[in-house]
């Protein structure tokens, strides 16, 4: 019996330990997350508390979708986040195969790619705003420099602008990463490759993206979640402008609450948007335990071959 009574508390030991974690994490978590949920189903504004309003049921998701703005601002969204991290993804990972190397300095140059994700992104956006100025901008003198017209960076090219200004700011971001997971591949692998006669671009295609993918997807989809909710930088840019061009969800949902004063619209808002992560979430999380799957089958077969 006492080895009994022993074991049973062995057992029970990590459970009493996480205890208070778990209710910090649900009192931190689970109740703003529900809620927003139980606030969404209810004719909600700020000027009563959320007991007070009305239970108005599916109303508020049926408000968005016969939204036209809404489906606007969520094909932005849509754009913008595909857009940046598509291309951060290509540049960062290219950068990473490139400086995967002994250089002199590279813990200089490390440092300086890093750069930009410390700057606050209210500053970010103040920068590009001012170098995309129609006057004073230094994108127009050059431009003038040349002889060419200046453009209207905000104006015509208003999603293009600040989807540059957010691959400047977090490319840094997905290079680190990338050159991270390349130096802690195995040297096995790669020496195979090696005695096997591949040539530099057959080690990055058969070798090393193979076996970085499990990191890659991860990365890209912490990207990805970023990327759907930025909101400083596009305030300070463009404020959503012009029209509805750079207006991505979580600045129509910021502009719900506080402009419109619909905070049951504003919460269903939210609650699509955190359907789409969570959709794109998971399927990107299957797709990565396949990759480490294959990643480790293929390490094994190298160290066999071996």
Do not use: C
């Not at 061009?245 to 619209?265: K, N």
């Not at 089958?297 to 190298?302: K, L, Q, S």
């Amino acid at each position: 019996m006492p080895a009994m009574r022993t074991a049973t508390f062995n057992r029970l030991t990590p459970y009493v330990f996480l205890a208070p974690a778990m209710v910090i994490m649900g009192l931190a978590l689970v109740y703003p997350l529900g809620y927003m949920i139980y606030g969404s189903f209810r004719a909600w504004d700020p000027s009563q508390a959320l007991g007070e309003s009305t239970f108005i049921g599916l109303a508020n998701y049926y408000t968005l979708w016969g939204d036209p703005n809404f489906r606007e601002s969520a094909g932005v969204t849509l754009k913008f986040a595909v857009s940046v991290v598509t291309v951060e993804m290509f540049i960062g990972v290219g950068l990473a195969l490139l400086l995967d190397r002994n250089l002199r300095g590279m813990s200089v140059l490390r440092t300086l790619f890093i750069l930009p994700m410390m700057i606050a992104p209210v500053v970010v956006g103040l920068i590009w705003r001012y170098m995309y100025h129609p006057t004073v901008g230094v994108f127009n003198d050059v431009l003038r420099a040349v002889g060419l017209e200046p453009v209207d960076w905000l104006g015509q090219h208003a999603l293009m602008s600040v989807i540059i200004a957010d691959i400047w700011q977090w490319t840094p971001f997905i290079f680190i990463l990338s050159l991270a997971a390349l130096q802690s591949l195995p040297r096995s692998a790669l020496e195979a490759a090696r005695i096997d006669g591949a040539n530099g671009w057959q080690q990055i295609i058969y070798i090393k993206l193979p076996l970085m993918m499990p990191v890659l997807i991860v990365t890209g989809l912490l990207r990805l979640i970023d990327a759907f909710k930025v909101l400083e930088v596009i305030l300070v840019m463009t404020e959503g402008g012009p029209g509805l061009s750079t207006e991505i969800l979580a600045l129509r949902i910021s502009r719900t609450a506080t402009e419109f004063r619909e905070l049951g619209v504003a919460a269903a808002m939210s609650n699509f948007l955190l359907m789409m992560l969570l959709f794109l979430t998971i399927i990107m999380l299957v797709f990565n335990r396949i990759q480490e799957f294959r990643a480790a089958r293929a390490i094994r077969a190298i160290e066999e071959e071996m």
